[in-house]
């Protein structure tokens, strides 16, 4: 099992920017996808971003495509979430998980395909 823990949200106005960072700890080999998904109170877990073990691909979710960006370190073992112009609809928990089986880069989307998963940082943004 991987441990994960997730820092840099907090309460931001629209339009401004964070950047939250995710760190496994117990599995330093990189060998894994990782995806952010969030959830606001009274709604489902939605798909935010996702990055294949190499970080050649990546996939967001439609409502942060050309805002957010995720990334990976691999030599800190660091996965990160840039988000930029953010808006109230962004408020929520996000959560970062990890898949540490193979599997196609689609399946990324799909919160059932993780296999380990964060806390979860709160994420405000006020209008």
């Known amino acids: 099992q991987v441990q994960l823990v997730e820092s840099g949200g907090g309460l931001v106005q629209a339009g401004g920017s964070l950047r939250l960072s995710c760190a496994p700890s117990g599995r330093p080999d990189n060998n894994y996808a990782m995806g952010w998904f969030r959830q606001a109170p009274g709604k489902e877990r939605e798909f935010v971003a996702a990055?294949?073990?190499?970080?050649?691909?990546?996939l967001y979710g439609d409502s942060v495509k050309g805002r957010f960006t995720i990334s990976r370190d691999n030599a800190k073992n660091t996965v990160y979430l840039q988000m930029n112009s953010l808006k109230p609809e962004d408020t929520g928990v996000y959560y970062c998980?990890?898949?540490?089986?193979?599997?196609?880069?689609?399946?990324?989307?799909?919160?059932?395909?993780?296999?380990?998963w964060g806390q979860g940082t709160q994420v405000t943004v006020s209008s």
């Open positions: 998980a990890v898949r540490r089986g193979p599997g196609g880069v689609q399946s990324l989307r799909i919160s059932a395909t993780y296999d380990d």
């Open positions: 990055i294949s073990i190499s970080g050649k691909d990546t």
